[in-house]
């Protein structure tokens, strides 16, 4: 069997990861926290022994240093101060999480999940930074998690008014520079909008059907 091939950094002499071009930790470096917040934390559950804040300079292997957050050896390149870079960015997002929003990383992680890790409006995913928290500025409750568009853009722009927001909705379906047989009123609006939201619904249930492995026969 050939030996895999080189990472595409160059001087970094560790093979590539499968289908990549990169090794794994130069890959890690370029998917967004999110995935590199993963990746931190499967390496902590991992690791075995007991936990050690502190290793000696003398014990890193060549061009590692030791990671008492996730309880790994990471490559130097990859690490801010004594922490890899997404142990770093992990204590940062929970303290902010925790002195402006009142939540914990777990609270976040719970929402995340439940949003299908996905921006709760345009179902976007991050490519890089996370995603935003968005809260009612005049209760301080979070509401969920957001991408920069659709929580400084799209709410920020409307001021979070509903009524503004279904004016948008209005504008969209009935725009005014098309004249229609009738003037649109709201029960208008629902109804077209109920019409296509049904239709997203089943475009995408037909979708999710599509990806299902097809039916096994019976083994007897």
Same mark, same amino acid.
């Given at each position: ?30 998917? @967004? ?10 390496? *902590? %559950? ?5 936990? /050690?804040? $502190?290793?000696? #300079?003398?014990?890193?292997?060549? &061009?590692?240093?030791?990671? @008492?957050?996730?309880? @790994? ?6 690490? @801010? &101060? !004594? ?5 770093? !960015? ?5 303290? /902010? ?16 999940? #439940?949003?299908?890790? *996905?921006?709760?409006?345009? *179902?976007?995913?991050? /490519? ?10 005049? +209760?301080?409750?979070?509401? &969920? ?20 927001? =279904? $004016? %948008?909705? +209005? ?38 059907? *599509? ?8 083994? =007897?």
């Amino acid at each position: 069997m050939a030996a895999p091939k080189p990472c595409k950094v160059a001087d970094c002499g560790r093979p590539k990861k499968k289908g990549k071009h990169f090794c794994r930790w130069h890959w890690l470096a370029r998917q @967004s926290s999110d995935v590199q917040a993963s990746a931190a934390r499967t390496r *902590r %559950a991992e690791a075995t022994g007991p936990i /050690r804040n $502190r290793v000696t #300079a003398s014990e890193w292997p060549d &061009g590692e240093r030791w990671c @008492s957050g996730c309880q @790994s050896f990471v490559p130097k390149f990859y690490c @801010s &101060g !004594s922490r890899c870079k997404a142990c770093v !960015s992990m204590a940062a997002h929970e303290k /902010r999480l925790g002195d402006v929003y009142g939540i914990d990383s777990e609270e976040y992680q719970r929402i995340w999940e #439940a949003q299908g890790r *996905r921006c709760a409006i345009c *179902r976007n995913q991050p /490519r890089t930074i996370r995603f935003a928290v968005d809260h009612d500025h005049k +209760t301080g409750e979070v509401r &969920g998690i957001l991408c920069k568009r659709c929580n400084h853009d799209l709410l920020g722009g409307a001021h979070d008014d509903v009524i503004m927001l =279904f $004016r %948008a909705i +209005t504008y969209l379906i009935y725009p005014p520079a098309v004249q229609q047989a009738f003037k649109p009123t709201p029960d208008h609006v629902l109804t077209a909008l109920r019409e296509r939201l049904l239709a997203d619904y089943e475009a995408q249930r037909a979708q999710a059907q *599509r990806k299902l492995p097809p039916p096994q026969e019976p083994p =007897f």
